[in-house]
């Protein structure tokens, strides 16, 4: 039996060893193909040489040599691809950004490393700058590399995406909020071009809504929002085809707001209805009711519907109220007034029971 057990022990064991043996080989040539037939003309080389010379070690040192040559050359011409292809897409790359340009993946990055040119992409910028074909801007303290006619083009599209962006939010929302964020470029484009372009947005922003402002093509409505006031441009003619959705209603849900004008903010929520409730609605107030039901809900509730909403016992306002009796209540109070009326029953008190609206679970009395 013991001898059996060491048997089956011995096996498992053996296995054990033999497939990371196995898995260990498979690793290494599978890195060993990744680093060879990464420049296989080089290694075709090795192999005549290594017929041609009587000493192995010699092709064998020429082979490392060219390989760490050709390592450099690759991982340069990708950080100047990098730099060249911004230049070509953006019509500008900053100088810290194209400083921080690295080369792609290698097999061997630490041989990568030792090899290129440090800050080789903004040495082949400054290189174009010699030949005429970019020149050096400063915007808001950053300086870039830049190709004047690209850039030029670029700005221009910047410009059609930003007021496509907002003309679009006004048509389907109604309303655009000063802090909206714009994506009209790719995000790989590096901090300092984001930033810039995010002054452009801004700066587009602002003089296309003081434009429609000034045209009467909005009106502004503070409100406040992650504790800072902010604007809300708002087209009254879209605003008066949404509203007709809330209009009358006693509660207005937050849903309802999100669905209607694309927005959960509640700020921006509160920003519309006070919009709506000042520029359209004659007569109708709504108070803004915040914690109704769970902590995170809120609601508008019309002021002419209050007592329709308020609890006889507790005084407070909620959502729906059960009629009982000659008064409405909440559930909790209903639940109260029930538990109540069932402990004076078991005391054997003569209990009034209301059927007009009976909770679940309730013993109505024939
Ligand atoms: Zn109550």
Not at 119 to 131: A, R, Y
Not at 211 to 223: H, I, N, W
Request: proline share 2%; charged share 25%; hydrophobic share 40%.
């Amino acid at each position: 039996m013991g001898t059996i057990l060491l048997i089956i022990v011995g096996i498992v064991v053996g296995i054990t060893i033999l497939s990371m043996v196995v898995s260990g080989i498979k690793e290494f040539l599978s890195k060993a193909f990744s680093i060879v037939g990464r420049f296989p003309a080089l290694f075709v080389l090795l192999i005549a040489g290594l017929f041609y010379f009587d000493r192995m070690w010699i092709p064998v040192v020429i082979y490392c040599v060219l390989y760490a040559l050709k390592t450099k050359e690759v991982a340069e011409k990708e950080i100047e691809n990098q730099a060249l292809n911004r230049i070509g897409t953006m019509g500008l790359i900053s100088k810290q950004e194209a400083l921080g340009l690295l080369p792609g993946f290698s097999p061997l990055p630490w041989l990568t490393d030792a090899m290129y040119e440090k800050e080789h992409g903004s040495k082949v910028l400054d290189k174009e700058i010699e030949k005429g074909n970019l020149v050096l801007r400063n915007y808001n303290g950053t300086e870039f590399y830049c190709n004047e006619a690209r850039w030029k083009d670029v700005q221009a599209e910047i410009l059609n995406k930003t007021i496509n962006t907002i003309s679009e939010h006004i048509n389907s929302w109604g309303f655009i909020a000063e802090d909206i964020r714009f994506n009209v470029i790719k995000e790989q484009y590096g901090y300092d071009t984001a930033v810039l372009v995010k002054v452009l947005t801004k700066k587009i922003f602002t003089q296309y809504m003081d434009k429609m402002l000034s045209g009467g093509r909005v009106f502004v409505e503070e409100t406040e929002k992650e504790r800072r006031t902010i604007k809300l441009y708002i087209n009254k003619d879209v605003l008066s085809a949404k509203q007709q959705y809330i209009r009358g209603c006693d509660i207005i849900e937050k849903d309802d707001l999100a669905k209607i004008f694309g927005t959960n903010d509640v700020g921006e929520q509160k920003g519309i209805m006070n919009a709506i409730t000042s520029h359209i609605w004659t007569g109708i107030s709504y108070v803004f009711l915040d914690g109704i039901d769970d902590k995170r809900n809120y609601i508008w509730l019309n002021e002419a519907t209050i007592k329709d909403h308020t609890c006889a016992k507790c005084k407070k306002i909620v959502r729906k109220l059960t009629q009982y009796g000659k008064e409405q209540y909440c559930a909790s109070c209903l639940q109260e007034i029930h538990a109540q009326e069932d402990a004076d029953e078991a005391e054997g008190k003569a209990v009034k029971r209301y059927i007009s609206a009976p909770p679940p679970g309730v013993k109505i009395k024939m």
